[in-house]
C-alpha cells in the first residue's frame, strides 16, 4: 500500500468516526432538543456503517461503529444527559491510555500489533531490537497526546458541557489524530526502511 492510500485510509478513518459526533453535536447546538439531536448521530452513524460495507470492508468496524453510538444513544435517553453520548468512547478511549504503558512495560507496543496486523507481517518486528524500540517511541508519543485529549474530554464531562465536548472533539481532537496518523506513519516507513542486522531471524517472532 503506498504512502498517499495509507494516509488517506487514516483520515477516513478519523472522519467517519467523527460523523456521528458531527451530526448529534450540530443538532443539539441548534435546537437544544435531545431527541433530535440523537436521531442526527444515529443517522450518522447508520451512513458510515453503510458505506464502510459498500467499500468491500469486513462488517465488525461498521457494526461496531453503530453498536457504540446506538450504546451512547441509548445511555443518553435514558439518563436524559446529553455528555453521555460521549461516555462509552471516552471509557473506552481512557482504558486504552491506561493499558498503553503496562503493554509498552511488556514490550508489546499497540502501534507495533497495529502495524503487524495492517501490513499482513504478524510479530515479526519483534525479532528486531531497533524495531521494537522505534514502535515503543512512537508509542509514547501517541499516548502522551491521546492522554492529554482523554484528560480534556474528562474535564469537560465532569463540567456538563456536551457542546464543549463535541466542539472539542470536532475542532481539536480530529486534527490531531490526523497529524498522529501522519507522524506513525512516518515512524513506521523510517523503521521498516531502515537496515536491520537482525532481519534474516524475522520469520519467527519472539
Do not use: D, K
Given at each position: 500500500m503506498s504512502d498517499l492510500a495509507t494516509l488517506r485510509k487514516a483520515g477516513l478513518h478519523v472522519a467517519e468516526t467523527?460523523?456521528?459526533?458531527?451530526?448529534?453535536?450540530?443538532?443539539?447546538?441548534?435546537?437544544?432538543?435531545?431527541?433530535?439531536?440523537?436521531?442526527?448521530?444515529?443517522?450518522?452513524?447508520?451512513?458510515?456503517?453503510?458505506?464502510?460495507?459498500?467499500?468491500?470492508?469486513?462488517?465488525?468496524?461498521?457494526?461496531?461503529?453503530f453498536g457504540l453510538t446506538a450504546g451512547a444513544a441509548a445511555i443518553t435517553a435514558l439518563s436524559g444527559d446529553a455528555t453521555n453520548f460521549f461516555l462509552p468512547v471516552l471509557i473506552l478511549r481512557a482504558t486504552v491510555v491506561l493499558v498503553t504503558p503496562l503493554m509498552l512495560l511488556l514490550r508489546w507496543p499497540p502501534i507495533g500489533l497495529a502495524a503487524g496486523v495492517l501490513t499482513g507481517r504478524g510479530l515479526t518486528w519483534r525479532r528486531c531490537p531497533m524495531r521494537l524500540r522505534g514502535y515503543?517511541?512512537?508509542?509514547?508519543?501517541?499516548?502522551?497526546?491521546?492522554?492529554?485529549?482523554?484528560?480534556?474530554?474528562a474535564r469537560l464531562y465532569l463540567a456538563d458541557r456536551a457542546l464543549a465536548m463535541g466542539a472539542f472533539k470536532l475542532l481539536v481532537e480530529v486534527p490531531v489524530h490526523v497529524?498522529?496518523?501522519?507522524?506513525?506513519?512516518?515512524?513506521?516507513?523510517?523503521?521498516t526502511q531502515s537496515p536491520c542486522d537482525c532481519a534474516q531471524h524475522e520469520g519467527v517472532a519472539r
Open positions: 467523527a460523523a456521528p459526533v458531527l451530526g448529534f453535536t450540530l443538532v443539539y447546538a441548534a435546537t437544544s432538543r435531545l431527541p433530535l439531536a440523537l436521531s442526527a448521530g444515529l443517522c450518522m452513524a447508520a451512513l458510515v456503517a453503510v458505506y464502510r460495507l459498500r467499500q468491500a470492508r469486513t462488517v465488525w468496524p461498521a457494526v461496531g461503529g515503543v517511541v512512537a508509542n509514547l508519543v501517541w499516548v502522551a497526546a491521546e492522554g492529554a485529549l482523554v484528560a480534556n474530554q497529524l498522529l496518523a501522519v507522524v506513525m506513519w512516518a515512524v513506521y516507513r523510517r523503521i
